[in-house]
Nanobody, 127 residues
Framework: VQLQAFGGGLVQAGGSLRLSCAAS????????MGWFRQSPGKEREFVAG????????NFADSVKGRFTISRDNAKNTVYLQMNSLKPEDTAIYYC?????????????????????WGQGTLVTVSS
């Protein structure tokens, strides 16, 4: 089972990036998928998550109104659209799959609730 995140890069403040996370080895179509990020010296923090059918999303306060999350279950892929990026968004972004109750109707935000993790993709926002 593998989650592969890509799409990171260097962008100026105010710019946009779209991250993708492709899963292989098993289907996560019934799982909550999420994005976390980690900056140097900081703990990994929840960014956004989406239920299996896209019916419910959850965002960290710091990204509300700027980031959106979507998924394509047919492609086993989840996306994170990041707009109006700020230097404080600079971090390694990780996608993750929660493997608790299938078809959960809400998004959990705790790191330990997610069992599968991608390798991370670096996002750098310059001022």
């Amino acid at each position: 089972v593998q989650l592969q995140a890509f799409g990171g890069g260097l962008v100026q403040a105010g710019g946009s990036l779209r991250l993708s996370c492709a899963a292989s080895g098993r289907s996560f179509s019934s799982s909550v998928m999420g994005w976390f990020r980690q900056s140097p010296g900081k703990e990994r923090e929840f960014v956004a998550g989406l239920t299996w059918n896209g019916g419910s999303a959850n965002f960290a306060d710091s990204v509300k109104g700027r980031f959106t999350i979507s998924r394509d279950n047919a492609k086993n892929t989840v996306y994170l659209q990041m707009n109006s990026l700020k230097p404080e968004d600079t971090a390694i972004y990780y996608c993750a799959a929660e493997t608790g109750m299938p078809y959960r109707r809400y998004v959990k935000t705790t790191y330990s609730d997610y069992a599968y993790w991608g390798q991370g993709t670096l996002v750098t926002v310059s001022s």
